[in-house]
């Protein structure tokens, strides 16, 4: 992979080196990160961390947080190391698959793991190998939710943003080892069906869970023209790096 463009994300405030002609992270990224609920002086982890797109925003919105992403690609591995120096931001990025880290993450442990699984568990793959690889499933959901529980010190919080379609494989996964937990549907539009969900879960909790209101992410009642309709809550996450309150933020 050798050609790339530059993306703006949080209306410009980050500008993000992405394949040309692979895959390349959106709004599920930005949203990813706006629900992690981390504070000034955590330690965060990003399992499948691409070109670093979700850890940046992070980054950028809370000060002082020590980040690591993994990432088995070396060439979405080096696009997330140069886009962290090019915005100025630390970020740690460690190359190898998260059923087999490297030692330095298997002797690591961290306040707050996030992940964007890949979505797709079949169909015709994408001709671009590194986009197959963020899009397809190839190793299992349950196996990113039982890597991120295991980097987690007791009572960390695990996010994770998955189709909806998924989440029983996501609570499946989640078992007995993570309660307390908070799903937030995303929908495009009002009345539509949930697409995404964003699923928070601490780690050794015992509380009950939480299904919240969705998050609607266009005004218009359909897509008529090219244009941009976010509702206001989805201009803030989006565009002004607001965060999703998912209602745990005093217990992060």
Not at 7 to 16: A, V
Not at 21 to 31: H, I, K, S
Not at 129 to 154: C, M, V
Request: hydrophobic share 45%; aromatic share 4%; glycine share 10%.
């Amino acid at each position: 992979m050798t050609d790339t463009r530059i993306d703006g994300f949080l209306d410009g405030r980050l500008r993000i080196s992405q394949p040309a002609r692979g895959y390349r992270a959106g709004a599920d990224a930005v949203m990813l990160a706006a629900a992690c609920p981390a504070r000034p002086g955590q330690a965060v982890l990003e399992l499948g961390c691409g070109a670093g797109v979700a850890s940046l925003c992070l980054a950028w919105r809370v000060p002082d947080l020590a980040i690591t992403g993994l990432e088995r690609q070396q060439t979405y591995a080096d696009l997330a190391r140069g886009n962290a120096a090019a915005n100025g931001i630390a970020l740690t990025v460690l190359i190898g698959d998260l059923t087999d880290p490297p030692r330095d993450l298997r002797d690591a442990s961290f306040d707050h793991v996030m992940m964007n699984p890949p979505y797709f568990l079949g169909g015709t793959a994408a001709p671009d190998a590194g986009r197959a690889l963020a899009r397809r499933e190839e190793t299992p959901l349950a196996q990113w939710i039982d890597a991120g529980l295991r980097r987690l010190r007791p009572g960390g919080w695990l996010t994770v943003i998955q189709r909806a379609d998924r989440l029983d494989g996501v609570m499946d996964a989640l078992g007995a080892r993570a309660g307390a937990v908070t799903i937030l549907p995303i929908a495009a539009r009002e009345g539509s069906p949930a697409g995404r969900v964003l699923v928070a879960a601490r780690k050794g909790a015992r509380g009950p869970l939480r299904l919240l209101a969705p998050l609607i992410t266009h005004a218009a009642p359909r897509h008529d023209r090219d244009a941009e309709d976010l509702t206001p809550l989805a201009a803030q996450v989006l565009r002004d790096g607001a965060p999703i309150a998912m209602g745990i933020a005093k217990a992060a």
